[in-house]
C-alpha cells in the first residue's frame, strides 16, 4: 500500500480559501497532486491517476512538455515583463499573427486577456463599444443560453445560465436575457454523435428579438458545444440557424469557445469544424497547454476596422489587462503551437471519435444511466439522481473512478470526459471500464 509522502503535504489548511471548492469536505479528506507527466498525474501517496479531464478541459498536448517549459524559461532569460499599453514587445505581435492564421476568416485580429472569464467579458465590452462606435448605441441587451457558463467575471456570469453560479451574487448585469437550452429534448438521448432534432431550438432568439426589439440588442454569446454546464451538443443545423438570426438582424454572434478552442472537437475551433464562424470569438485554456493563465478573443475584420476608422483621437478601446499579452504567456502559446502542429494534435479527435463514441455508448443500458452526449474527446454520461441524495451519485462514482486509477469530473450526476488529446485507445478503453464499474458499484 502506498504511504503518505508527509514532506509534500502542507500542514495549514486554513489560508488558502480554495477556488469553486467544496473545502470543508476536501479538508476532512485532503488529496495533493504532486506531479504530472504525459496523460498521468502523481497524488501525494505515490498513486498515478490518468487524466480523464485534461486537468480543467485545459491541457490538451498532455502534461509536462518540455518544449513548452525550455520556452518559459528562454523568455524569462531574455525578458520577463513588458506591458502592451501604447507600447509593445515584439513577441506579442508575432504570436498574434501566427494565431490568427489558426482560425477562420475573417476572425483576424485577436485580443489577449488571462483568463476564460477575461476573455467573456472583453467579448461583451468589444460588442457593446463596437455598436456605440457605429452610431447604434442602443444595442446593448446581451444574450445568453440556459445552462450555459461562461466564467465568473460579471458579464460572463450575467449571460450564464446556471442557477448556483448566479444565486449568491444578486441581480448582475441589468439588460440580459436567455434563449432555451438544448439539452433534455427526449428524442435526443444517447444520440451518437450531434442530436439529430433540436435545430429550432435557435428560434427562440427570434422570440427575444421580438420581444426586445433587434435594435436594443448587442450580442448572442453561446458554447458551441455546452462543457462546464455538463456537455450539451449543438443540435444538427442549429448553430447555422442562430448565425442567421443574428446576420438577419445586426446582432453579433460570439462563440465562446474557452473549451472547444485548441483541438477539443477535432480542429483548431468549433467554428472550423461546424462551418459556422461568428463575429467574435473567445479562447484561453488550451492555448498554452494551461503552462502560464492566457486568453485571448478573435475579432472579426468589419469589427476591428470599425473601431480603427473612428475619428476619435487616441485610445480606440478603453478596455485592456496589465498582463494583456505578457511575454512569458506568448512564449508559452509559441511553444504549444509547435507542438500542436507537429504531432497534429488537433485531428486526434476525429481519428478516436469513433472508438470515443463507441466505448462512450456501450454504457448504455448499465443500471441508472439515463443519457450519454459524446462528441470528438468530449463526454458525459448522466446518471439519475438517487431519491432524496441528488448529486451524491455522480460524487461517489467519480471517487470510485479515482481510487481506481482514473481522474474524472462529476457535474452533479454526470461524469464529463476531456482528456488531453494525446489519449490513446487502450486508455479511452481504460477510462469507460472504470467508469461502468464505478456506476455498477454506486448504484
Ligand atoms: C466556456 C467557458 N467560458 C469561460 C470559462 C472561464 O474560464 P476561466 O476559468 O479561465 O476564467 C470557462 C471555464 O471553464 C468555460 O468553460
Redesign the pocket.
Known amino acids: 500500500m502506498n504511504t503518505v509522502d508527509h514532506n509534500l503535504v502542507p500542514k495549514d489548511l486554513d489560508s488558502f480559501w480554495m477556488p469553486f471548492s467544496a473545502q470543508r469536505n476536501f479538508k476532512r479528506d485532503p488529496r495533493f497532486i504532486v506531479s504530472a507527466r504525459g496523460m498521468h498525474y502523481t497524488d501525494s501517496l505515490g498513486n498515478q491517476v490518468l487524466d480523464g479531464s485534461a486537468g480543467?478541459?485545459?491541457v490538451n498536448a498532455g502534461h509536462y512538455r518540455e518544449h513548452i517549459n525550455e520556452a518559459i524559461a528562454q523568455q524569462l532569460s531574455e525578458l520577463d515583463f513588458a506591458h502592451n499599453f501604447s507600447s509593445g514587445h515584439p513577441l506579442a505581435f508575432d504570436y498574434a499573427s501566427r494565431l490568427v492564421k489558426q482560425f477562420p476568416d475573417p476572425l483576424n485580429h485577436v485580443f489577449f486577456t488571462?483568463?476564460?472569464?477575461?476573455?467573456?467579458d472583453t467579448a461583451l465590452k468589444i460588442a457593446l463599444a463596437y455598436h456605440r462606435t457605429r452610431g447604434e448605441a442602443g444595442r446593448q441587451r446581451l444574450i445568453g443560453r440556459e445552462k450555459?457558463?461562461?466564467?465568473?467575471?460579471f458579464g460572463?456570469l450575467s449571460i450564464s445560465g446556471l442557477v448556483k453560479n448566479r444565486n449568491p451574487f444578486g441581480l448582475l448585469l441589468p439588460g440580459t436575457d436567455h434563449i432555451r437550452q438544448t439539452h433534455g429534448l427526449a428524442e435526443n438521448t444517447f444520440s451518437r454523435g450531434l442530436p439529430e432534432q433540436g435545430d429550432y431550438l435557435a428560434d427562440d432568439l427570434q422570440r427575444l428579438v421580438e420581444l426586445h426589439g433587434a435594435d436594443a440588442i448587442a450580442a448572442v454569446t453561446v458554447?458551441p458545444i455546452?462543457?462546464?454546464g455538463g456537455v450539451h451538443l449543438p443540435p444538427q443545423g442549429y448553430l447555422q440557424r442562430l448565425r442567421d438570426i443574428c446576420t438577419e438582424n445586426g446582432i453579433l454572434l460570439i462563440f465562446?469557445?474557452?473549451?472547444?478552442g485548441f483541438g477539443r472537437v477535432g480542429a483548431c475551433s468549433a467554428a472550423e469544424r461546424f462551418g459556422v464562424v461568428p463575429d467574435i470569438m473567445?479562447t484561453?485554456?488550451g492555448i498554452t497547454n494551461a503552462t502560464v493563465?492566457m486568453?485571448a478573443v478573435f475579432v472579426s475584420d468589419s469589427i476591428f476596422e470599425t473601431f480603427m476608422g473612428t475619428d476619435v483621437a487616441g485610445v480606440e478601446l478603453t478596455h485592456g489587462y496589465t498582463y494583456s499579452g505578457h511575454p512569458v504567456a506568448c512564449a508559452a502559446g509559441m511553444a504549444t503551437l509547435d507542438i500542436y502542429e507537429r504531432e497534429a494534435l488537433f485531428d486526434r479527435p476525429k481519428q478516436l471519435q469513433e472508438h470515443w463514441l463507441d466505448c462512450a455508448l456501450a454504457l448504455k443500458g448499465v443500471k441508472n444511466v439515463i443519457d450519454i452526449r459524446a462528441f470528438a474527446l468530449l463526454a458525459a454520461v448522466e446518471m439519475a439522481p438517487r431519491h432524496n441524495e441528488p448529486l451524491q451519485r455522480g460524487a461517489e462514482a467519480a471517487k470510485y473512478c479515482y481510487e481506481n486509477g482514473v481522474w474524472v469530473r462529476n457535474i452533479g450526476d454526470s461524469l464529463v470526459l476531456s482528456p488531453p488529446l494525446i489519449i490513446s485507445e487502450e486508455e479511452i478503453s481504460q477510462i469507460f471500464n472504470v467508469i461502468g464499474n464505478a456506476i455498477e458499484m454506486v448504484s
Open positions: 480543467l478541459w485545459c488571462n483568463s476564460g472569464s477575461e476573455s467573456v450555459a457558463y461562461h466564467g465568473m467575471g460572463g458554447e455546452g462543457g462546464a465562446d469557445e474557452v473549451i472547444t473567445t484561453a485554456k493563465p486568453g
